[in-house]
């Protein structure tokens, strides 16, 4: 699964990445960010097709739902039945974005306590994590954007941390994955290649997402040695 990220680029240099044209939103950045808080996202204008970043709150809420205190607000979709299931099956079809993050984290078991870890990618780059969004709107006009990042079968090289990962999409199929043409996009819902992340220990500071500052992101390791 996916359950928190850290999004800490510049605006600006997402904009140059990611090919954006217009507006910039108004977005601090975030190394604890989790569900129900919003976060940037690349995704299409409904009506020119140019890319844009968006901020989109992180929980899905369904367009035809009509209590949004009553529903579901997923933060992930399993990537085997995005294009079946009822609440995401519009979504995956004509409404995906990438998620921009620096790293992502997750938790391993280890003798009854969870030891968190940051996975990012091994050259550098950032992360852009395959996501859906909708846009609902309320009984009085209020529109909400939100999100849900897809998730795969993890990679050997991860998988004794978690069964699940974020679908990471390769530069090269970021157009696919947007609807910009190309190959079908569910050809792209695959686990990213084994040496294509890496992973790191960090400090517990992280299972708390009221902590949010870049010293989340340091080594355990290193965090240990500073004490010294």
Same mark, same amino acid.
């Given at each position: 699964?996916?359950?928190?990220?850290? @999004? /800490?680029?510049?605006?600006?240099?997402?904009?140059?990445?990611?090919?954006? /044209?217009?507006?910039?939103?108004?977005?601090a950045p975030n190394w604890n960010l989790a569900p129900t808080q919003s976060a940037v996202a690349v995704r299409l204008h409904p009506e020119t097709g140019q890319r844009m970043l968006s901020l989109l709150t992180w929980g899905l809420l369904p367009s035809f739902l *009509?209590?949004?205190?009553?529903?579901?607000?997923?933060?992930?979709?399993?990537?085997? /039945?995005?294009? /079946? =299931?009822?609440?995401?099956?519009?979504?995956?079809?004509?409404?995906?974005?990438?998620?921009?993050? !620096?790293?992502?984290?997750?938790?391993?078991?280890?003798?009854?306590? *969870?030891?968190?870890?940051?996975?990012?990618?091994?050259?550098?780059?950032?992360?852009?994590?395959?996501?859906?969004?909708?846009?609902?709107? !309320?009984?009085?006009?209020?529109?909400?954007? @939100?999100?849900?990042?897809?998730?795969?079968?993890?990679?050997?090289? #991860?998988?004794?941390?978690?069964?699940?990962?974020?679908?990471?999409?390769?530069?090269? !199929?970021?157009?696919?994955?947007?609807?910009?043409?190309?190959?079908?996009?569910? =050809?792209?819902?695959?686990?990213?290649?084994?040496?294509?992340?890496?992973?790191? *220990?960090?400090?517990?500071?992280?299972? @708390?997402?009221?902590?949010? @500052?870049?010293? #989340?992101?340091?080594?355990?390791?290193? *965090?240990?040695? #500073?004490?010294?």
């Amino acid at each position: 699964m996916c359950g928190r990220f850290a @999004s /800490t680029l510049p605006l600006e240099q997402l904009a140059h990445l990611f090919a954006i /044209t217009g507006p910039l939103p108004n977005a601090a950045p975030n190394w604890n960010l989790a569900p129900t808080q919003s976060a940037v996202a690349v995704r299409l204008h409904p009506e020119t097709g140019q890319r844009m970043l968006s901020l989109l709150t992180w929980g899905l809420l369904p367009s035809f739902l *009509k209590d949004p205190g009553r529903g579901p607000r997923p933060i992930n979709a399993r990537a085997e /039945t995005v294009a /079946t =299931s009822g609440l995401f099956r519009g979504a995956f079809a004509r409404r995906r974005c990438l998620i921009p993050a !620096d790293a992502y984290y997750e938790w391993q078991i280890i003798g009854g306590k *969870k030891q968190p870890y940051a996975i990012a990618r091994a050259d550098g780059a950032p992360c852009a994590l395959g996501g859906l969004w909708e846009g609902h709107r !309320d009984a009085a006009g209020a529109v909400t954007r @939100s999100f849900a990042i897809v998730t795969v079968p993890a990679n050997a090289a #991860l998988a004794h941390l978690h069964a699940r990962m974020p679908l990471v999409v390769e530069p090269a !199929d970021w157009a696919c994955w947007l609807g910009e043409g190309g190959a079908d996009p569910a =050809s792209l819902l695959r686990a990213a290649p084994e040496t294509a992340l890496r992973a790191w *220990k960090v400090g517990t500071a992280v299972n @708390s997402a009221r902590n949010n @500052s870049p010293g #989340l992101l340091l080594p355990e390791e290193a *965090k240990k040695e #500073l004490l010294f």
